[in-house]
């Protein structure tokens, strides 16, 4: 079998797989967005959106990818004379703190080797050191397989009194955030992940003071020009109208589904694929108690060709993993497992990969990956 983007197994690390509801939801003719129809749709996501969260709070929908929701709110709740502590350990770590630095002049970055956790008392120390506006977080770093243990991180910011900013948007749907529990003032989602829509929307969650704290700073993110007009399910420029109505089909999938459900499902799926790896003796980049559910990232063996064992993934097997970023381009692949991830998109990459080990003569247990994966099917 050769590569063939329409029916491969598709798991890189986002977007991910669209249920063909999705697909047909947005293959609709042109409407008028500031008509009925397209109103209601609007409506009907606005009730759902707090089942994706998993908390009532002020949520807005923006056409523009993840990046998009992160900068409307930093630019909206940072000023330049503002003292801000950012966490970065990884890919997404580094562009969170780039969107704070355009905001503040006053950056303080907590660093740690990407898929490590900072130690909580050099978050503590860089947040007692005088009145901080803001913690910015990733949730989940997609670049290294790697979830930031915000229930540990938390109680630190909220003695703080800093606004609790988090980047969500591999981690919604897909991993558990506790928005009240955690304090968290502002966390933002991409469409193209846990929710298994289109990549294109971004998706924003504030609490009360962060909403009444809004001094938006740009005109096409202008967040609470968001909110304003989402009252009465409008948008305040011309949305990007077939990816809210591919949103509006994918909130209902994930509402059939049942957000626990999901985020069991997604649990479940990201333990089978951590034994196929054990199994495969491949080693995961994180430590595995920080390991994300959504996104696995694995070590490629000393004197493999990284980038050949998923050409080959492609080509033989019409599976597609992604590469690492940054430095860790050619030292590990990640396997998304998010959104609607089907057991046999899982199955298929994982006995691919087994093929490809044993032709290197490096795996000598046939069926041991795929076997430590289905015993874990439900
Ligand atoms: N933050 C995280 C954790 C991500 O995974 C991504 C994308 O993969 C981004 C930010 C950037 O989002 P986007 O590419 O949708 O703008």
């Known amino acids: 079998m050769t ?22 939801a947005m293959s609709f003719s042109s409407v008028n967005h500031r008509g009925d129809y397209f109103h209601q749709r609007v409506g009907e996501i606005r009730e759902m959106l ?32 503002d003292r801000v ?19 503040s002049n006053h950056v303080t970055t907590v660093s740690a080797p990407w898929g490590h956790p900072a130690p909580l008392e050099a978050i503590a120390g860089a947040l007692e050191q005088g009145p901080v506006r803001a913690f ?27 606004l609790f900013l988090v980047d969500g948007i591999s981690s919604v749907a897909g991993i558990p955030v506790h ?16 929710l298994a829509a289109p990549a294109g929307l971004a998706l924003v969650h504030l609490s009360d003071r962060a909403f009444a704290e809004l001094k938006p700073r740009t005109q096409y993110l202008d967040l609470a020009a968001h909110f304003k007009s989402l009252e009465k399910n409008d948008t305040p420029w011309t949305p990007a ?45 994180a430590e595995r108690r920080y390991a994300s559910d959504t996104v696995s990232a694995v070590k490629i063996p000393e004197g493999m060709d990284e980038a050949s064992v998923r050409k080959a993934l492609l080509n033989t097997y019409n599976v597609e993993v992604q590469g690492g970023q940054g430095p860790y381009r050619g030292k590990i692949f990640r396997i998304g497992h998010m959104g609607i991830a089907s057991w046999g998109d899982l199955l298929l990459c994982v006995a691919g990969l087994e093929r490809i080990l044993a032709r290197t003569g ?15 099917m439900p």
């Open 85 to 103: 502590v950012v966490l970065s350990n990884g890919n997404f770590g580094e562009r969170g703190d780039e969107i704070a630095r355009r905001y």
């Open 241 to 285: 109208i077939p990816l809210f109505l591919a949103l509006h089909e994918a909130l209902l999938l994930l509402q059939e589904e049942g957000l626990e459900n999901r985020l069991a499902r997604t649990h479940a799926q990201a333990e089978a694929v951590r034994a196929a790896m054990d199994a495969l003796g491949l080693e995961l980049f």
């Open 179 to 194: 928005i009240h529990d955690w304090g968290i003032d502002g966390i933002v989602t991409g469409s193209q992940k846990g």
């Open 362 to 376: 490096r795996f000598a247990s046939p069926g041991a990956g795929l076997a430590a994966l289905s015993s874990r």
């Open 50 to 81: 707090p089942m994706l969260f998993g908390a009532p709070g002020h949520q807005a929908i923006l056409s523009g990818s993840g990046t998009a929701g992160l900068e409307a709110t930093y630019s909206a709740l940072l000023r330049p004379e």
């Open 136 to 162: 910015i977080t990733v949730h989940n770093e997609t670049s290294a397989g790697f979830a930031n243990d915000l229930a540990a991180i938390a109680p630190l910011v909220r003695k703080s009194g800093a």
């Open 3 to 24: 590569f063939d983007p329409e029916t491969a197994a598709f798991l890189i690390a986002g977007p991910v797989r669209i249920h063909p509801r999705v697909l047909r």
